[in-house]
C-alpha cells in the first residue's frame, strides 16, 4: 500500500523558513522521480517543485525558485522542502505526490495535476502570517 505523509508544516512569519518532510513507503522510492504541490482554498493544485530519481535534477516553478530546495533521501525513503524567504503568498497545504520515471518528469511537472491520487499524501499545512 502506497503511503506518503507529510510534516512540517507550521505557522512562519514573512521572511521566515520552514523545513517539510515527506516519510514514504510501499513503492520503491528509488526509481521514482517526486514533487511537492500545493493549494490554496478555491484555487487548483500548484506544483512547486520536482525531483529526479537520483537528485540530480531539479525544477522550480517560477514563483518559489531561488526560495525553496528541494531533496531527498533514497536510503531513509523521505522527501523535503527546505522554504526560505517565506511569503504571505506561500500560504497553502503542501502536497508530496509521486511523479513517475525520470523520463515523465518534465512533462509532468508542467502539466496542471487535476486532482489528487493514491500516489500523493494528506498534506501538511503552512501559513505565513505576521
Known amino acids: 500500500q502506497v503511503q506518503l505523509v507529510e510534516s512540517g508544516g507550521a505557522l512562519a512569519q514573512p521572511g521566515g523558513s520552514l523545513r517539510l518532510s515527506c516519510a514514504t513507503s510501499?513503492?520503491?522510492?528509488?526509481?521514482?522521480?517526486m514533487s511537492w504541490a500545493r493549494q490554496v482554498p478555491g484555487k487548483g493544485l500548484e506544483r512547486v517543485s520536482a525531483?529526479?530519481?537520483?537528485?540530480?535534477?531539479?525544477l522550480y516553478s517560477d514563483s518559489v525558485k531561488g526560495r525553496f530546495i528541494i531533496s531527498r533521501d533514497n536510503n531513509q525513503n523521505t522527501l523535503y522542502l527546505q522554504m526560505d524567504s517565506l511569503k504571505p503568498e506561500d500560504t497553502a497545504l503542501y502536497y508530496c505526490?509521486?511523479?513517475?520515471?525520470?523520463?515523465?518528469?518534465?512533462?509532468?511537472?508542467?502539466?496542471?495535476?487535476?486532482?489528487?491520487?493514491?500516489?500523493w499524501g494528506q498534506g501538511t499545512q503552512v501559513t505565513v502570517s505576521s
Open positions: 510501499g513503492f520503491t522510492f528509488r526509481d521514482y522521480a
Open positions: 505526490a509521486v511523479i513517475g520515471p525520470d523520463g515523465s518528469m518534465r512533462q509532468q511537472f508542467n502539466t496542471p495535476p487535476r486532482a489528487r491520487n493514491n500516489w
Open positions: 525531483i529526479s530519481t537520483d537528485g540530480s535534477v531539479t
